[in-house]
């Protein structure tokens, strides 16, 4: 029961928050200059709360993120701009059709927006979990849209989602996603198999520089 009113509530401030974004001056700012401003915030002032008012309040110029966009068609790309102890921050960047897996983000904050395009988030819930043989049930719940004017945070209760670039959109997308504290590893969850495990994370860029190892299509 607990949980259960403690999801209507987080759905409710984040409708309102939702709302907010739209009424709200956004402060149009470089990429550069975004992320120095998240750097601004003390560590034990970087709340769900307080970044989420952040980047409602402050949005990067598009066209300043050219250096840390790499596209390809086999998978979306994954490019830092910067980590420190706090937090890191990149851009996910999606060729049209192209979706992630099902996933986890290791019991740590994300915050989430898509100043070019548009993406649906698809957010699940987690039901009988066997950790011993790594299976579960997964339940779809709350879907939304994310684009320039409406970013987002990832719920705390049910921090399993996935995120789309449907073909149905016709266009490329370009998210900024925030993490705090910084992880390398989450679970990928396998619906139709019901089943989850570790898969580890690497970057495709790092810094506007392209991974040497790293072959786009």
Not at 142 to 162: F, G, K, S, T
Request: proline letters at 5%.
């Amino acid at each position: 029961m607990a949980v259960a009113l403690n999801l209507i509530a987080w759905r409710s401030q984040m409708n309102r928050r939702r709302l907010m974004a739209q009424h709200v001056a956004t402060e149009q700012l470089t990429i550069t200059d975004w992320v120095q401003g998240l750097a601004a915030i003390p560590g034990r002032d970087f709340t769900l709360e307080n970044v989420q008012d952040y980047i409602i309040r402050h949005s990067a110029r598009p066209e300043t993120l050219d250096k840390y966009c790499y596209f390809s068609k086999g998978n979306y790309t994954r490019n830092l701009i910067f980590k420190n102890e706090v937090f890191e921050c990149m851009t996910i960047c999606w060729e049209i059709g192209q979706a992630s897996r099902i996933h986890n983000h290791r019991d740590q904050n994300c915050w989430m927006s898509a100043p070019i395009g548009r993406l649906k988030v698809q957010n699940f819930r987690v039901d009988d979990r066997d950790s011993a043989r790594g299976t579960c049930r997964i339940v779809p719940t709350d879907i939304y849209e994310m684009d320039a004017a409406h970013p987002a945070h990832v719920n705390p209760l049910e921090p399993v989602h996935q995120v789309l670039n449907l073909a149905e959109f016709h266009q490329r997308a370009v998210s900024i996603h925030i993490y705090s504290k910084p992880f390398d590893t989450c679970e990928v969850y396998l619906r139709e198999k019901g089943t989850y495990g570790d898969v580890p994370l690497h970057y495709t860029s790092q810094y506007g520089k392209l991974d040497p190892a790293e072959k786009l299509l």
